[in-house]
C-alpha cells in the first residue's frame, strides 16, 4: 500500500499544517463545519452500533468512518490542527496569528456543523418530539453518555476536572495519531487502514474527545437530559479542549517533529 517513512509522514505533516493554517475564514468556517457534522454521524452510527449488538466495541469498530471522510475530504477538525498547526509554526512556516486564527474559525465550525446535526438528528429520531426518547435504546444511550460526561464529572469536583483532562490527552494523542498515519500511506486504502487503527483505539476505551462531545452533550441536552449550558462548558467542554490541545500538540506534534523532523530556517 506504498508505506510512507516516518520523516516523510512528519514532512508530510509541516505542509499541511502550513496549509491549513494560511486557509481564509471561509473555507475554515465551511469545513469546519462539516468536520462536525461528519463526526455527529460517525457518533450515531457508533451508539447505533453498540446499542444494537450490547458491545461497545462494535461501536468502536465503525466510529472511524467520520474520521476518514474528514481526512480524505481534507476538512477542518479543531483537534487534528492541535498537532498540525503549532509543528508548522516552530519550523518557521506559518505565524502564531494565523495558528489562533484557524484553531477559532474552526472550533466554531466545529461547534455549529455538530450542534446542527444534533438538532436534525433528534428531531428523526424523536419524529418531531412524538416519541419518548426513553423508548428508544440508542437515544437513552445518549443521554446517558450526555450525563456521564458532565454531571458524572460533577459529582466529582476537582477530581472530576482532572479526570476530564487526562482522558482529553489520551484521546488526542491517538486522533492527531490518526491525523499523523493518514500521510503514512500514497494509495486510499493504506490511508483508511492506517487511520482507522488509533481512532478505534480511543473511541473503544471512551476518552473524551471535544468535538465528538458537541455532538453527544447537546444531542442529550435536547433528548431530556438534566444539562445546563453551564453543565457543559465546566465540567466538559473546557476542560476536554484543553487536554485534546496539549495532548495533540505535545505527545504527536512536537514529539514527531522533534525525533523526524528537519528545520525549516
Known amino acids: 500500500m506504498t508505506y510512507v517513512i516516518p520523516e516523510e509522514i512528519v514532512g508530510s505533516m509541516l505542509q499541511a499544517g502550513a496549509k491549513k493554517a494560511s486557509l481564509p475564514v471561509k473555507h475554515l468556517l465551511i469545513r469546519g463545519f462539516l468536520a462536525g457534522a461528519f463526526l455527529g454521524y460517525a457518533t450515531t452510527l457508533a451508539i447505533l452500533a453498540a446499542t444494537q449488538t450490547g458491545w461497545g466495541i462494535a461501536g468502536a469498530l465503525v466510529f472511524p ?20 498547526i503549532p509543528i508548522a509554526v516552530i519550523d518557521n512556516r ?27 438528528y433528534c428531531v428523526v429520531a424523536t ?6 426518547p426513553a423508548s428508544i435504546p440508542a437515544l437513552q444511550r445518549t443521554i446517558d453518555m450526555a450525563e456521564t460526561k458532565t454531571l458524572g464529572y460533577a459529582q466529582l469536583g476537582l477530581d472530576g476536572t482532572i479526570s ?35 481512532i478505534m ?20 441536552m435536547l433528548l431530556g437530559a438534566n444539562i445546563t449550558l453551564v453543565d457543559w462548558w465546566l465540567w466538559n467542554g473546557l476542560p476536554v479542549l484543553a487536554g485534546n490541545l496539549l495532548g495533540g500538540m505535545f505527545f504527536t506534534g512536537f514529539m514527531l517533529y522533534w525525533s523526524y523532523g528537519k528545520r525549516n530556517e
Request: hydrophobic share 60%; proline share 2%; aromatic share 12%.
Open 164 to 198: 476530564a483532562f487526562a482522558s482529553a490527552i489520551l484521546c488526542n494523542w491517538m486522533v492527531t495519531l490518526g491525523a499523523a498515519m493518514g500521510f503514512a500511506s500514497t494509495a486510499t486504502a493504506g490511508k483508511i487502514a492506517a487511520m482507522w487503527l488509533p
Open 127 to 132: 419524529k418531531m418530539g412524538s416519541i419518548d
Open 201 to 220: 483505539t480511543f473511541f473503544a476505551l471512551g476518552y473524551e474527545h471535544a468535538i465528538v462531545n458537541m455532538f453527544v452533550i447537546p444531542a442529550g
Open 65 to 84: 468512518v467520520g474520521f476518514v471522510l474528514i481526512v480524505l475530504l481534507g476538512l477542518e477538525l479543531a483537534t487534528g490542527n492541535f498537532a498540525l
Open 94 to 120: 506559518v505565524s502564531l496569528g494565523h495558528l489562533v486564527k484557524n484553531w477559532i474559525w474552526v472550533l466554531i465550525g466545529n461547534l455549529i456543523g455538530s450542534v446542527l446535526y444534533a438538532y436534525l
